[in-house]
């Protein structure tokens, strides 16, 4: 070991007539711990919300929808073989969907958007059959009675007031010509089945029809308002969407489930970067007691700084000892830091099971995802504060006149 680190290491150590010095370096390693701590714990808890509505949106939508130029699109059933010809696509399910007012038999009403589906091929381009409460998709397809629906339970228990095997009436805002006049077009429904996705917006404000239903309810046979696709794998979906884009044309596109979830995702991403500044002030904080050591360390060594110099240790050779006194403080700090936060992490998302109102968050438990990235991240911000926090007291000892430190001694 070079003497500087000999030297900075047991300047680092504690004696009795330094009794004082040694308590504030643990008290700065202390402080660099718990910053790092905290702000490890705060990220993984945003990026467990960020994962869980990920995974949420992603089971109410397929990662890719392919959209015609120009609104309605006719030719879906020539395209769809086309499609999952394309490497990387696992199935494409044609969709169309409509804003309505439904009304049940208790006289509750609330405005939806109704999806019109395969009742095949939904369930594997969406979670939406492993999000089924009761009932089953395939039941869409049933001929027999009246044509059925599937309701999210948030919108069946705390606005319509309806159990399955109930009827609701679906009230189009195209409207039809009656014997009466112009008037509203009114369908009844069997509510066959009840979703629950765990997202609010979702399980309020949507139901599911078959295909053929939606596009007689809504007067467009014969037509789709898009196709869902889902892919082998999520991280090659903007790979896969530019091979669909080549082989459909220019007459069509592909929208990205990140692009129409943009605003969200956006949110997210200043939310974390809100809390790095924050919390990184409680690192620059401890940074300071940083400073604050070193300065009283390089007063309480002025005699040995002077010796050194004497002896023929350079000025850079003094700098490099405090540097690493300083920089030893801020690595011990942030290891043991990390090491708290992970074990935080896992008691948070294993053991502790902090419970949350699902009606607000979405979710019943704080959600945790560690993510070793953001982990690396953060020990590199603190170990770079805690480098630049020792360059003053290291300018300050390598400055140091050694007559100056030996002249009452």
């Known amino acids: 070991m070079a003497y500087e680190y000999l030297i900075g290491f047991r300047y680092l150590r504690s004696r009795k007539r330094h009794s004082l010095l040694s308590v504030i370096t643990t008290i700065s390693i202390l402080g660099v711990a718990v910053g790092v701590m905290a702000l490890s714990v705060v990220l993984s808890v945003v990026s467990g919300f960020e994962a869980d509505f990920e995974k949420k949106i992603l089971g109410n939508n397929s990662p890719l929808i392919l959209f015609k130029m120009g609104g309605a699109m006719r030719d879906y059933k020539q395209l769809i073989p086309d499609i999952e010809s394309v490497s990387g696509v696992k199935v494409a399910s044609p969709f169309l969907y409509g804003e309505v007012l439904i009304h049940s038999e208790s006289g509750r009403s609330a405005g939806i958007v109704v999806y019109g589906v395969d009742p095949e091929k939904v369930g594997l381009v ?17 001929s027999e009675g009246l044509p059925k629906i599937v309701l999210g339970k948030k919108l069946l228990e705390d606005q319509l007031y309806v159990f399955t095997e109930q009827n609701i009436s679906l009230v189009s805002p195209t409207g039809e010509l009656t014997p009466y006049g112009f008037g509203p077009k009114i369908r009844q429904f069997e509510v066959s089945g009840v979703f629950q996705s765990g997202m609010y917006e979702y399980d309020s404000k949507s139901g599911y029809i078959s295909l053929s239903s939606a596009q007689s309810f809504f007067n467009r046979e014969g037509e789709v308002s898009g196709i869902q696709i889902q892919v082998d794998r999520l991280d090659r979906a903007r790979v896969v969407a ?52 070193l300065t009283l360390m390089v007063i309480t060594r002025s005699k040995e700084i002077a010796v050194l110099r004497t002896m023929g240790a350079s000025r850079k050779s003094i700098a490099k000892i405090f540097m690493f006194s300083g920089t030893a403080i801020g690595m011990i700090g942030t290891i043991i830091g990390l090491a708290l936060g992970v074990v935080m992490c896992v008691l948070l998302r294993d053991v502790i099971q902090f419970p949350l109102n699902a009606d607000v968050y979405q979710i019943s438990t704080l959600p945790v995802k560690m993510q070793w990235h953001e982990f690396a991240f953060i020990g590199l911000c603190a170990l770079l504060i805690s480098f630049i926090s020792t360059l003053y007291p290291a300018l300050q000892a390598s400055g140091l006149d050694p007559s100056e430190g030996i002249r009452y001694e």
Not at 246 to 252: L, N
Not at 265 to 280: G, H, N, R
């Open 126 to 142: 969406t979670t939406l059959g492993e999000d089924m409460r009761e009932g089953k998709l395939s039941d869409l397809s049933s």
């Open 242 to 293: 530019r091979d669909i884009q080549s082989k459909v044309g220019s007459s069509y596109y592909v929208r990205h489930w990140m692009e129409l979830n943009e605003d969200l995702f956006k949110a997210f991403k200043l939310e974390k970067t809100t809390f790095f500044v924050v919390l990184t002030m409680i690192v620059l904080v401890a940074s300071f007691n940083i400073l604050g050591t």
